[in-house]
């Protein structure tokens, strides 16, 4: 049956391909941004629908309108975006979460929160189940995002536990796609750029720390599903996928798909940057039988097709 749908941050990477999956299973979708990191041009194709309807709007501050769920994405993403405002995005994912809950308890709506593995911070386990409880420092560079997305996840949490609100916690991995942002530093779509471009890609450390990549499609349809699941499922359920890959490896597999001549150069790693993160998916699995479908080769051969017709 049809809903009426919230998205925040449906104007991004992520939010806006969950719009169009959302839409062309037969649902209204509102999508609800303010343009910090998301684009019109992420959801232009989407604009002509009567079935959608764009809002701009701050989550940090209340909304009120009549929704059958809410999928809570409103938040920037990467290190670079997170960063240039760090209060902003504490705010953004503690305020919003409140806003978004209250919302959600309201109009008795089902409300799914986009929680990332940056919970488990750098980890001292691997892969990470959800019953770890992570290592995050609290007060470095990450800890906007990292902190910020904690709290919204306690939020969740309580309002499920104090006032019954049907929550659904996904904890996403390192997610990429077309869409992504060409500026915002995450290290598939900087390795692209600076391949399709010609230029010496940038490998942070000696390129040995790994990281797990899911394709944008495989994502969504994880989310979808855990929207979808028992009403006693709460989450967290980690979605990503456990492929693992060190950032050597991906770079040479950029340079081979793009045929570009770009040169492979080392920098100093930044701070509290993790040195290994992949998810154990035995959960998602299990309980939304869903494991993500798309190879790293693949999912880049479209994302590269999509940045050279932006470059
Ligand atoms: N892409 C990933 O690898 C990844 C990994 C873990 C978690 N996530 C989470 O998934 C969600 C979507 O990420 P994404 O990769 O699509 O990033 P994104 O930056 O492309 O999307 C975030 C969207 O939220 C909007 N936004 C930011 N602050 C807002 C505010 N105060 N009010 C309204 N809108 C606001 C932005 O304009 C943007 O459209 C985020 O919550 C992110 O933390 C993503």
């Known amino acids: ?12 990477f992520l939010g806006s391909h969950l719009c169009d999956k959302l839409l062309a299973a037969g649902n209204d979708v509102l ?5 910090f990191t998301g684009r019109k041009e992420n959801i232009l194709h989407l ?5 959608f309807e764009l809002m701009r709007h701050d989550v940090t501050f209340p909304l009120y309108v009549e929704v059958d769920q809410i999928y809570n994405l409103a938040c920037p993403a990467s290190p670079v975006h997170y960063q240039f405002d760090p209060v902003q995005t504490t705010k953004t994912s503690v305020h919003g979460a ?20 940056e919970v488990y911070g750098d980890p001292e386990i691997h892969p990470q189940t959800e019953d770890y409880w992570g290592r995050v420092n609290p007060i470095g560079i990450r800890s906007c995002y990292d902190e910020g997305k904690r709290c919204a996840e306690t939020l969740f949490f309580d309002y499920w536990r104090q006032h ?12 990429y796609g077309p869409r992504m942002h060409p500026n915002d530093g995450r ?4 390795f692209i750029v600076q391949a399709l471009k010609g230029e010496n ?8 720390q790994t990281r797990s990549f899911c394709y944008a499609d495989d994502l969504v349809d994880a989310m979808i599903g855990m929207m979808g699941s028992d009403k006693d499922l709460t ?3 980690n979605i990503g996928n456990p492929g693992e890959f060190t950032m050597l490896e991906l770079a040479n597999m950029v340079i081979r798909l793009t045929g570009s001549k770009s040169q492979i150069i080392f920098m100093p790693l930044p701070q509290d940057d993790p040195k290994q993160r992949r998810p154990d998916i035995s959960l998602a699995k299990s309980k939304l039988g869903w494991e993500p479908k798309i190879q790293l080769e693949d999912g880049l051969k479209e994302t590269i097709r999509y940045f050279k017709n932006k470059i």
């Open 201 to 208: 890609i940038t490998i942070y450390g000696q390129g040995t």
């Open 235 to 237: 989450g967290p359920v």
């Open 98 to 117: 409140i806003n978004m809950l209250g919302l959600a308890k309201r109009v008795r709506a089902r409300i799914l929160q986009a929680s990332t593995s």
């Open 187 to 190: 290290v598939v779509s900087n």
């Open 31 to 35: 999508c609800v941004d303010n343009f």
């Open 164 to 175: 019954k609100v049907e929550i659904k916690v996904v904890r996403i991995f390192n997610t």
């Open 47 to 51: 604009l002509a629908n009567p079935r």
């Open 1 to 12: 049956m049809s809903k009426k749908i919230l998205v925040t941050g449906g104007a991004g």
